[in-house]
């Protein structure tokens, strides 16, 4: 049993190591500028379509779910704040963090991986580069900065596609009230969660990403089997997360 | 030439063992001392350690036990941060060519000039080293291309470039020719020992091909043929160019061509085949 432990247990010693050796590293020179914009580009807009498609159909899926619902209580006027909260506080979030765990994880760990299989990673060090900083911070700064954005964008999409069902397909209920009853529904605190969900899931996605990939042994084998496994681990954190910050907020 | 005598340490084994989760020792209590101008050729299998040593010697490897001394300097438990600057005089060739597949052939040639902490060259001067390196392994037309579309030899040729670019003390070869068909190999052969007669730089190749160690050890680049010729049977003997000959992860073997040649170990043995010339 214990034996069994070691092996996670020493590899979440080492994820620990490489975060805090990140975030040591965040205000120190030096920076690059360049890549942090080039993978801001990769995973922002790179995700972009595809977070918008799913978050376009999650609202409209969840507007045309609760209509039947809402219809038998006669409280159809209600669709407007039931798609807007359940999609700030936790669709929102968690739908686009997976797509981008799908898509950037399994991206970098792979980039990574090849660099360090093919010792692209040992001559960075062997020239004077730290891998952390120039490769490690801009993903993960990239990450922060992404992902939050991606989420809002996902958020007011599912909004447009809730309302694209409740208002011209169901009549529901009628623009301006679907709108004004959507955003009033909002607190502070489903706002709160909603921006600090992406942002805890955006630390997780880059480090698991840039762990994996920085582990990565045994050739070209190896960065198959660290992608797979970057993608995995960095979405089985994001549903813990979401739990304990959903804990977090409802304790509040 | 080289000289064994008088000359400051740049590299030093102490009992040093590598060891990774597996616990097999990758190194086991290898000692060696290297001095400037002097060369070693470290020979072995497929396996035998060669490159954890030459990664151990720059602190991309950390020893299990023992201690590194690089440039006088223990860097054993040395932080990264102070390695870095240390590394900075280290050239490397690294056995996957440790090219970055996403710059161009200049970019990467041009890496260890602009990424260095404490030297700034201005960028007029970058280019001119650059182009000046490449035109050393004669691939001076190649600058836009990405690593690639380049075939093995040049490849290899690009990394040594980028491993003299910054005319560093010390430069590691790890496995130059591996791969390679025999007459690209004499060619990156050539390349090596210009490298090291030219500037008399401190010099350890790691290969599994006696006939690279051969080279290495017997020969010297003639900068007025352009050709490299036999050394004289003393300045061979003078022992600056010495085999080191690891067999799993011990040190098994040190010496100069002579006394290889004359080497009674069968492991040894099996390395050393008389070449007709
Ligand atoms: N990062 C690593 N993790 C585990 N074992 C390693 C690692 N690097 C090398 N080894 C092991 O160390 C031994 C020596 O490897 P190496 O120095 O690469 O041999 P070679 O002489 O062919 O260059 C091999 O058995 C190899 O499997
Ligand atoms: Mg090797």
Redesign the pocket.
């Known amino acids: 049993m214990l034996d069994l432990l070691k092996g996670p247990i020493y590899s979440f010693q080492e994820f620990m190591l490489l975060m805090g050796r990140a975030f040591r590293n965040l205000f120190r020179r030096p920076h690059y500028p360049d890549d942090l914009w080039m993978q801001m580009d990769i995973i922002g807009v790179g995700s972009l379509p595809i977070v918008m498609l799913i978050g376009f159909f999650s609202g409209a899926i969840m507007a045309l779910q609760m209509a039947r619902a809402l219809n038998q209580y006669g409280a159809t006027s209600q669709v407007g704040p039931i798609v807007a909260i359940t999609l700030v506080r936790e669709m929102g979030p968690v739908l686009t963090a997976l797509l981008v765990a799908g898509r950037n994880a399994s991206g970098i760990a792979s980039e990574l991986g090849s660099m360090k299989v093919t010792e692209q990673i040992d001559a960075m060090r062997a020239l004077g580069t730290d891998p952390i900083q120039k490769l490690v911070k801009p993903r993960l700064l990239a990450m922060c900065i992404v992902l939050p954005l991606l989420t809002i964008i996902a958020d007011f999409i599912g909004l447009v596609g809730g309302y694209l069902i409740s208002c011209p397909l169901l009549h529901l209920t009628t623009t301006s009230q679907y709108w004004s009853s959507a955003w009033r529904a909002l607190e502070y605190n489903d706002i709160a969660q909603g921006l600090l969900k992406p942002f805890a899931f955006a630390i997780v996605i880059a480090l698991v990403g840039c762990f994996y990939g920085l582990q990565t042994?045994g050739g070209t084998q190896g960065v198959g089997r660290a992608t797979t496994r970057a993608v995995v681990v960095a979405s089985v954190w994001v549903f813990v997360l979401t739990f304990f910050i959903g804990k977090l907020f409802v304790r509040l | 030439m080289s000289s064994a005598d008088g000359g400051q340490e740049v590299l030093r084994f102490e009992e040093v063992t590598?060891r990774?989760?597996?616990e097999?020792a990758?190194?086991n209590r290898v000692s060696f001392r290297l001095l400037e101008g002097e060369s070693r050729i470290?020979l072995?299998?497929?396996?035998?350690?060669?490159?954890?040593?030459?990664?151990t010697s720059i602190g991309l490897?950390r020893p299990s036990e023992g201690r590194v001394y690089l440039f006088g300097t223990d860097i054993t438990e040395l932080p990264e941060d102070d390695l870095i600057d240390l590394r900075a005089r280290v050239g490397v060739l690294f056995?996957e060519g440790g090219l970055f597949d996403s710059l161009t052939v200049e970019e990467n040639v041009a890496y260890p000039l602009l990424n260095q902490r404490h030297a700034r060259f201005a960028p007029e001067e970058v280019r001119r080293r650059v182009i000046e390196a490449l035109r050393f392994v004669e691939l001076e037309h190649t600058l836009d291309k990405l690593p690639s579309e380049l075939s093995g030899g040049m490849k290899r040729r690009v990394g040594i470039a980028r491993a003299n670019v910054t005319e560093p003390a010390l430069v590691l070869y790890?496995?130059p020719t591996a791969g390679l068909d025999p007459i690209t190999a004499t060619t990156i052969m050539t390349l090596i020992l210009k490298a090291r007669d030219t500037k008399n730089t401190t010099t350890v190749m790691?290969t599994?091909r006696y006939q690279d160690g051969y080279l290495l050890a017997s020969y010297r680049y003639n900068p007025v043929t352009g050709r490299i010729e036999r050394a004289p049977v003393e300045e061979i003997r003078r022992g600056g160019t010495k085999y080191l000959v690891?067999r799993?992860?011990r040190l098994v073997f040190e010496g100069t061509q002579l006394d290889i040649e004359a080497c009674d170990d069968p492991y040894v043995k099996k390395f050393v085949k008389r070449l007709q010339d």
């Open positions: 042994t | 590598v990774f989760e597996d097999v990758a190194l470290l072995g299998a497929a396996g035998s350690g060669k490159t954890v040593l030459l990664k490897i056995q790890d496995s790691a599994h690891l799993e992860g």
